[in-house]
């Protein structure tokens, strides 16, 4: 157990939908990860959160925004799904995240996506 | 642009060492990371390597850096079946923490 907690594991849900997933990372991490797992992709890093602040940003769609709470959680919203959001999608904490030094990465369980 | 590349399958016997390869594109990377991924799993940090060194051991895990050829590669020693999962190189790449290779599988047969 890594400690980083996802809800919900699996979510179904249909084209054109909205959907939420929640992050609460791991106690005393200030940092938070969000990424893609797909079978055609591979692990795709979405974006990064620093104590509330957007830090870093990847291959995110518009359709896809994120925030870090006060309390540190963070969420991962999805708009307008299509067939092809459907993935794993990890959240991941580090206790910074700076770059150029070394920020173990704990990962969550992932949370589940099939878009019917 | 970032590319960390890997061969996506590789089979073993039980008892037998693995040795799993990678290469990667940034050759400022200070650290390069090895992650595994078990079924219906997370990743989970394995081990890590600092770019100025060549090599790390970690019990029956050992990591080579080649920082000319830009190869990486893992060697797992006595390879048992619950070594069995996905393993992922990674590197940070920019402003990106890290960027994964798409995994290697790695079977082991009994």
Known sequence: DSGVTQTPKHLITATGQRVTLRCSPRSGDLSVYWYQQSLDQGLQFLIQYYNGEERAKGNILERFSAQQFPDLHSELNLSSLELGDSALYFCASSVTGSPGIHNEQFFGPGTRLTVL | GEDVEQSLFLSVREGDSSVINCTYTDSSSTYLYWYKQEPGAGLQLLTYIFSNMDMKQDQRLTVLLNKKDKHLSLRIADT???????YFCAEPWGN??????????LSVIA
Request: glycine share 18%.
């Open chain 2, 96 to 105: 990106t923490p890290l960027v994964f290779g798409k995994g290697t599988r």
């Open chain 2, 80 to 86: 048992q079946t619950g070594d069995s999962a996905i």
